[in-house]
């Protein structure tokens, strides 16, 4: 690692009051202390691709994994990229925390890439050599038998030709405009004058990425032999120009800027700015640009002047562009190749047929998914729906996905009479079309409806019940770390709370106020809420472990978030490393902070999970001198969560849902020697240490068993 520079000459009075309190002089805003963002990022892909290289993974899991990976790059690009190059066309050079400038950052993700990718694609031969060991094989056109050329040509005019546009290039028509993400064929054709032209061909996203092709090996009936739609294009393109000959093709893959930018201005609709955002969206700037490995240097030249693209944002490669499509893989039935299906459970002294209010009065309920369903979210805002005692409902959505149960639910309450408030958030990104939707439909059946915050994202995840009981107006409320989401609820790691707690329901309440109406209240009983209250609030939670470690006491932190990159809390966690508070990290992403550092962070450990399910959950544990207080929420610990979203961070009391979560779930977590790395100081990750003579522990798969009621694992 670099040698830490010491103090400018010049330093201010704040900075050498700092040196007076740190070790060796040693600032705590040294750039060397921090890792950079965005190759953080690049390292948890590196994660991703780890699992597709995993042989103890089942086979199509992997391809799936591959898959992720690509579409994680994808959005990397359009958003991670292309901010950067926002940066650069607005003059900005101000370095980050960790002393990077935009431009630098740019070089070196360019280069850390170019790396990830050659990797990706050698994973991805090695994948498909194993699923032709297992009878499912990629062909290449050319190596097609006849009788299956001859089906894959058929499918081409049946099926493939109506839908293909071709469109030539030249004086009278401009050069098209090449839409996000899409995979397109550069054309050169020879006219019968001999006059070479340009043109070019999208290939349909229409349609399966992979054509069956008829094949003597055959599973339950099913052909078992693929190939590449868009090879079948390429070898029918003389259907397309007839009279022309067409000299060569060469596949390429564009990817735009999709950082959409929502300029909020007082009285303006934001339903409408975020719909014209979304639209501006398709048009914005190439910020990469894959090819055929074998594209000659002409076809290129015409690409890269009408695609205004630089030569260090083309990548060469050999295979297949769009790796996000080996996700439809996932769709073969081939269940011996895939995780084992389980039935998610329900929580302890749960009873389905009991009323869902007693039993939340009976005490507060957890659910931690995917191991427990989803459903008990459902029937909780299903019964609010139907019973009588409930007056209102209200809640946030954030990224609800298609076919709700939940909507469905809020809709048949508003026909029920009941008061229906939703706070929609528009701009959560890459679902703000499916949520201008959800907006419309809610709003035609005369649901209020809220979209936002200026200059704030709606990210907290709340769903409040108003009930009257007797002359009582008791308010029941569920509080989650993940969206109202049943299909992402059997896939992330969540946990949830349901509670009628007096003083949560009146901070819910509170919070309601504050997002659809004008309130600036600053105080909540229970809730830390950002951007008000929950970033004094958690760090005065970390200061009090500081506190009571330099005073001699156990002192312990572990957090399980997302992301680690807000350098107030980096700093904080520094310091109580200093002070002798030991300090678990499970970061899955993105972590800024450098662990085992001494004299800095060498009480700090920082471990990522990467496995079957996304972890998605986020657990704050403090032990405070053994009153242990535990936070789940919405939040991670990054500025942009902080400082610029509604976010909600709520306190677990019930001592046996703090003992699940801290000697099972936790401990667990930590105990990980599977799916489990951990970072070393300079920012790369190594697999988590087996202890030895001891059992390995898979945590998902070990939540998994002693959650679930029935299982084929």
């Keep these: 690692m670099t040698p830490l520079s010491k103090s400018p000459p010049a330093a201010t009075k704040a900075r050498r009051r700092r040196k007076a309190a740190e070790p060796a002089g040693l600032f705590l805003d040294n750039p060397n202390l921090y890792v950079n963002r965005e190759l953080s990022l690049l390292l948890f892909q590196r994660r991703v691709l780890e699992e597709a290289l995993d042989e103890a993974n089942p086979l199509l899991e992997r391809v799936k994994f591959l898959g992720i990976l690509g579409s994680n790059l994808d959005e ?150 693929y190939v590449w739609i868009e090879q079948v294009v390429q070898a029918n393109l003389q259907q397309l120009f007839p009279g022309m000959e067409v000299i060569e093709s060469h596949l390429f893959h564009v990817t735009r800027d999709a950082d959409l930018a929502i300029q909020e201005l007082e009285g303006g609709d934001l339903l409408e700015t975020v719909e014209e955002g979304v639209r501006k969206r398709r048009f914005g700037d190439v910020v990469r640009l894959k090819v055929d490995a074998r594209m000659p240097p002409h076809v290129l030249k015409i690409l890269q002047l009408n695609l205004e693209i630089e030569d260090s944002d083309i990548f060469r490669v050999d295979g297949p562009l769009a790796l996000s499509r080996l996700r439809h893989f996932v769709q073969l039935d081939r269940p011996d190749l895939k995780d084992p299906t389980f039935i998610p459970g329900l929580p302890e002294k749960w009873n389905e047929d009991d009323d869902i209010f007693a039993q939340i009065r009976r005490g507060d309920i957890l659910l931690h998914h995917p191991f427990d369903s989803f459903a008990p979210v459902v029937d909780y805002l299903r019964a609010a729906a139907r019973d009588p005692q409930v007056l209102a409902i209200k809640m946030t959505l954030y990224r609800v996905g298609r076919n709700s149960p939940v909507v469905e639910a809020l809709l048949e309450a508003l026909e029920n009479g009941k008061q229906v408030a939703v706070l929609v958030e528009l701009k959560a990104r890459f679902d703000e079309e499916s949520n201008i939707e959800w907006a419309r439909a809610l709003e035609r059946e005369g649901v209020h409806v809220v979209y936002g ?122 310091q109580a490393s200093q002070a002798g508070v030991q300090c678990d990290l499970i970061v899955r992403g993105i972590c800024c902070l450098r662990p085992g550092m001494p004299g800095i962070s060498d009480r700090i450990r920082v471990f990522s999970i990467v496995g079957r399910f996304l972890e998605h959950s986020r657990i704050f544990y403090f032990h405070n001198n053994g009153n242990e207080e535990i936070y789940l929420g919405s939040s991670d610990i990054m500025p942009r969560n902080i400082n610029r979203r509604v976010e909600i961070l709520f306190p677990i009391e019930r001592p046996s849902l703090k003992r699940y979560l801290r000697d099972v779930v936790l401990d667990a977590y930590l105990a990980d020697s599977v799916k489990s790395r951990q970072m070393l100081p300079d920012g790369t990750y190594v697999r988590a240490p087996k202890p030895d003579g001891e059992q390995p522990v898979n945590s998902q798969l070990l939540l998994l068993k002693s959650r679930c009621s029935k299982t084929s694992i």
Excluded at 113 to 142: M, N, P, S, T, V
């Design 76 to 225: 990397f690009f359009m958003v991670r990229v292309a901010g950067l190059n926002q940066q650069i066309e607005a003059g900005i050079q101000e370095p980050g925390p960790d002393g990077m400038t935009p431009r630098q950052q740019l070089d070196a993700i360019r280069t850390e890439f170019g790396k990830l990718l050659i990797e990706a694609h050698d994973c991805r031969r090695r994948l498909f050599d194993d699923l032709q060991r297992q009878g499912i094989r990629i062909l290449d056109y050319r190596d097609l038998a006849n009788g299956q050329r001859q089906y894959a040509d058929a499918y081409f005019c049946e099926t493939v030709y109506p839908v293909l546009t071709p469109l030539a290039v030249d004086i009278s028509r401009p050069f098209p405009h090449i839409s996000n993400l899409s995979l397109n064929l550069s054309i050169l054709i020879r006219d019968p004058q001999g006059h070479e032209q340009f043109a070019r061909l999208k290939v349909p996203d229409t349609l399966p990425p992979l054509v069956p092709v008829q094949s003597s090996t055959k599973r339950n009936g099913r052909p078992l032999c």
């Design 453 to 574: 915050l200026p200059g704030l994202k709606i990210h907290a995840k709340v769903a409040l019940v108003v009930r009257r009981e007797g002359d009582v107006m008791r308010r029941y409320v569920h509080l989650s770390t993940g969206n109202y989401n049943a299909v992402t609820a059997h896939l992330y790691t969540d946990v949830g709370l349901f509670t009628c707690n007096d003083a949560v329901g009146a901070d819910a309440t509170d919070l309601f106020n504050f997002l659809t109406g004008y309130s600036a209240k600053a105080d909540y009983q229970k809730l830390l809420v950002a951007p008000i209250n929950l970033r004094q609030q958690f760090e005065a939670l970390i200061e009090r472990e500081i506190k009571h470690a330099r005073a001699g006491l156990p002192a312990r932190l572990i957090f399980k978030t997302n992301a680690l990159g807000d350098p107030r809390i980096i700093r904080l966690l520094y």
